[in-house]
């Protein structure tokens, strides 16, 4: 289990738990203890981010969002603009290294920008991308699969694509 979740976890029982008639806890409280939770998940996810950059040396972007991205293969095009369609193509690993999809299994997708069911990050990085642009993206957990994760990739996973705008 990701050490992440299973801190929440554990913050989430010691609140609730007592062995006399639970007390109602505040809201406030309840509200103020997984906010404490969330900002350290997502400083120490920050730090290990910027460890990855750092290793990679390069010369990244970022958003007040959390979104990190560094494209290296520019161009003059226009960029892409909500409500807009698009076909990306893509590959996908952790940060740790997992590979969801590898260079061989490049995932080509199609969506509406700011319209379809796909992570937050990716609609608000291909805004800043114009076609035939490649980029490394690094989206933390709230920018795409979160505390749910999918079948392949677990909860609160950081992930790197390596994108590339085909239309």
């Known amino acids: 289990m990701n050490w992440k979740v299973l801190c929440s976890l ?22 103020e203890t997984l906010q404490q939770a969330n900002k350290k998940i997502v400083s120490e996810d920050k730090l290990l981010i910027d460890a990855y950059i750092k290793r990679r040396n390069w010369k990244v972007d970022k958003t007040g969002t959390g979104l990190t991205y560094f494209i290296y293969q520019k161009n003059n095009k226009p960029r892409i603009k909500s409500n807009e369609s698009v076909s990306i193509k893509f590959s996908l690993q952790t940060l740790e290294g997992k590979v969801i999809f590898d260079k061989n299994q490049i995932q080509k997708v199609k969506f509406k920008v700011e319209k379809d069911n796909l992570e937050s990050g990716i609609h608000e990085v291909i805004q800043k ?26 909860p609160y996973a950081i992930l790197v694509y390596d994108l590339e705008v085909l239309e």
Not at 10 to 31: G, N, R, Y
């Open 129 to 154: 991308m114009g076609k035939g642009e490649k980029a490394y993206v690094i989206l933390p957990p709230h920018l795409a699969f979160g505390l749910t994760g999918t079948e392949q990739i677990e």
């Open 10 to 31: 554990v913050t989430l029982v010691v609140v609730f738990s007592c062995k006399e008639k639970p007390k109602e806890i505040p809201d406030a409280i309840i509200k």
